[in-house]
């Protein structure tokens, strides 16, 4: 089973940037499909960013499309979330997801039930 931890958040102003990583150790990594999904305060999860095991296909929501770029060093195990141009509705805890059974190579995974491992989230605030 592998772990996740995330890391790199923090409190920014609007049209700042940051980059969350998502250190992952106990499994191969380089095999799953992963995502970064994030919550604000009394709303559901939400997709933020998914990517393919390989990384080659990416899909993103519609609120961060042109401004988050998802990318994976297997070399580091670790899955990047470069966050451009910040606004306050991206204030949420991110989550960093792995999917740990089985899937389909070209397959996107945008729900949260289709992941399996979670890490313990990032705060990022985001003030006007």
């Known amino acids: 089973q592998v772990q996740l931890v995330e890391s790199g958040g923090g409190l920014v102003q609007t049209g700042d940037s940051l980059r969350l990583s998502c250190q992952a150790s106990?499994?191969?990594?380089?095999?799953?499909?992963m995502a970064w999904f994030r919550q604000a305060l009394g709303n559901e999860r939400e997709l933020v960013a998914a990517?393919?095991?390989?990384?080659?296909?990416?899909y993103y929501g519609d609120s961060v499309k042109g401004r988050f770029t998802i990318s994976r060093d297997g070399a580091k195990n670790t899955v990047y979330l470069q966050m451009n141009s910040l606004n306050t509705e991206d204030t949420a805890i991110y989550y960093c997801?792995?999917?740990?059974?089985?899937?389909?190579?070209?397959?996107?995974?945008?729900?949260?039930?289709?992941?399996?491992?979670w890490g313990q989230g990032t705060k990022v605030t985001v003030s006007a």
């Open positions: 997801a792995a999917r740990g059974r089985s899937y389909h190579f070209t397959q996107v995974y945008s729900s949260p039930q289709d992941y399996d491992c």
């Open positions: 106990g499994g191969t990594f380089g095999t799953y499909p």
């Open positions: 990517m393919t095991w390989s990384g080659t296909v990416t």
